[in-house]
Nanobody, 121 residues
């Protein structure tokens, strides 16, 4: 099995920064996309940022220029550096990874349990 664990959430004032981390572990032959989603109260989960295995990244318009996604392939870890935070960034942030499993064909997705980010005004 594959485990995905996020960390780094918390309470921050508007204008502040946080850095989220997500580690994938278990029977993993390789990791393709690594992504951060977020879900605000009463809203649908949305993609905030994605980074491919080759390092290409893309962002939701709402976070572009403020958030930076990066990954450490040797440690199966993805980061989300969040700067200039606003109350609208308050949400539970989820990590999603797309992996290859040894001995199995295809790709599989796994989600973390989420980490709460709260931005006060």
């Amino acid at each position: 099995q594959v485990q995905v664990v996020e960390s780094g959430g918390g309470l921050v004032q508007a204008g502040g920064s946080l850095r989220l981390s997500c580690v994938a572990s278990g029977r993993i032959a390789g990791i393709n996309d690594m992504e951060w989603y977020r879900q605000a109260p009463g809203k649908q989960r949305e993609l905030a940022a994605r980074v491919s295995s080759g390092g290409s990244s893309n962002y939701a318009d709402s976070v572009k220029g403020r958030f930076t996604i990066s990954r450490d392939n040797a440690k199966n870890t993805v980061f989300l550096q969040m700067n200039s935070l606003t109350p609208e960034d308050t949400a539970v942030y989820f990590c999603r990874v797309v992996v290859k499993i040894p001995g199995l064909l295809g790709q599989f997705q796994y989600w973390g349990q989420g980490t709460q980010v709260t931005v006060s005004s």
